[in-house]
């Protein structure tokens, strides 16, 4: 079966006087202790950063490679921004390009899946899973690579 074409059309905005340097996705959960396995053993990714908040993590900073993510505990966030401490947990989908989705396959065995390993009509392929705190990360390698 053939992929169906798309069009899609962009607006087109130029600020050049603005600078991005990254962006790092700060994920909102219950407890962050239970999603650290995930990234740390499974998928080798380093703590550089924590902040306690009692006898728990209150945020976290894990990074490899060049990709970073934070994790905030939802108490934390409701003493640090009150407005935004009740976000729908689990309510993110990340996707992080990887050389080996096999490797990465191998890596979250046992995860709850929530894309099954496929090749898109664009030519990625890609694994998605759920991680422990409800959001869905999805791993994607691409021809080029």
């Known amino acids: 079966m053939a992929a169906a074409s798309r069009t899609v059309f962009f607006a ?3 600020v050049s006087s603005i600078k991005l340097n990254k962006l790092s996705p700060v994920l909102v959960v219950d407890a962050i202790e239970p999603c650290l396995s995930f990234w740390v ?3 080798g990714f380093t703590r550089i950063a ?9 945020f976290v900073i ?12 939802r ?4 003493q640090d921004i009150p407005a935004l401490a009740d976000v729908p947990a ?10 080996d989705v096999a490797a990465v396959e191998r890596a979250v065995k046992g995860a709850e899946i929530v ?31």
Request: proline content about 6%; hydrophobic content about 30%.
């Open 62 to 73: 894990l990074q490899k490679d060049g990709v970073e993510v934070m994790y905030q505990s």
């Open 115 to 145: 894309v099954p390993r496929r090749t898109t009509f664009y030519g990625a392929d890609e694994i998605g899973v759920r991680e422990p705190g409800g959001n869905a990360v999805i791993f994607g390698q691409h021809p080029s690579h």
């Open 41 to 43: 053993d499974r998928l």
């Open 75 to 78: 108490e934390s966030v409701r």
């Open 12 to 14: 087109e905005v130029r």
């Open 90 to 99: 689990g309510g993110t989908n990340l996707y992080i390009d990887v050389a």
């Open 50 to 58: 924590e902040v306690p908040d009692g006898d728990r993590l209150g």
